[in-house]
T-cell receptor
């Protein structure tokens, strides 16, 4: 079946603009994660959804970042008043809730460049 | 706060060599540890997952070990091939669901 997909694959925007990044998880996966990866670094956790609710948003850097998953499937990460420091690859992952054996399946990411 | 460190940051080897990638973590209270592969411009592919109660996992030419008490894991790649060239990431999961990643080791296998 299809894996995790993310759109757009690349996004260039200007400082101060608003952007939305979309994630389509694997069908039937109840858990969805957003991570951010800066150049030369490993991914850093942003937010985790179980179903429709944000179970843990402790990784969101500030209130300019917000994410939703209204129907428990597709998720959108929203960034307001973008800053140059927001430039990174934004990765989405999904998983079945399988306790300690959980494997997260990652999408290809959205490369965001803020000019 | 959990911190994950990977050494070396980059490694270049001739084809056919066996190699070891290292990962260390500061908080031993983990549920599991995973090794991922990341190719340029692509997402992460899970290679091996080791539960906290396990010592090692094997898949083909890959073998991952875990010493939870000392906060260390190694990924052993046997008979390396140019197709193994990628960035290898180590990640741990604690009581929270999210993964904490190292910065990765960029591996180049020369033909």
């Amino acid at each position: 079946g299809a894996g995790v997909s993310q759109t757009p694959s690349n996004k260039v925007t200007e400082k101060g603009k608003y952007v939305e990044l979309r994630c389509d998880p694997i069908s039937g996966h109840t858990a969805l994660y957003w991570y951010r990866q800066s150049l030369g670094q490993g991914p850093e956790f942003l937010i985790y959804f179980q179903g429709t609710g944000a179970a843990d948003d402790s990784g969101l850097p500030n209130d300019r970042f917000f994410a939703v998953r209204p129907e428990g499937s597709v998720s959108t990460l929203k960034i307001q008043r973008t800053e140059r420091g927001d430039s990174a690859v934004y990765l989405c992952a999904s998983s079945l809730t399988q306790g300690h054996q959980e494997t997260q399946y990652f999408g290809p990411g959205t490369r965001l460049l803020v000019l | 706060k959990q911190e994950v460190t990977q050494i070396p940051a980059a490694l270049s080897v001739p084809e056919g060599e066996n190699l070891v990638l290292n990962c260390s973590f500061t908080d031993s209270a983990i549920y599991n540890l995973q090794w991922f592969r990341q190719d340029p411009g692509k997402g992460l592919t899970s290679l091996l997952l080791i539960q906290s109660s396990q010592r090692e996992q094997t898949s083909g030419r890959l073998n991952a070990s875990l010493d939870k008490s000392s906060g260390r894991s190694t990924l052993y790649i046997a008979a390396s091939q140019p197709g193994d060239s990628a960035t290898y990431l180590c990640a741990v999961r604690g009581s929270a669901r999210q993964l904490t990643f190292g910065s990765g080791t960029q591996l180049t296998v020369l033909p």
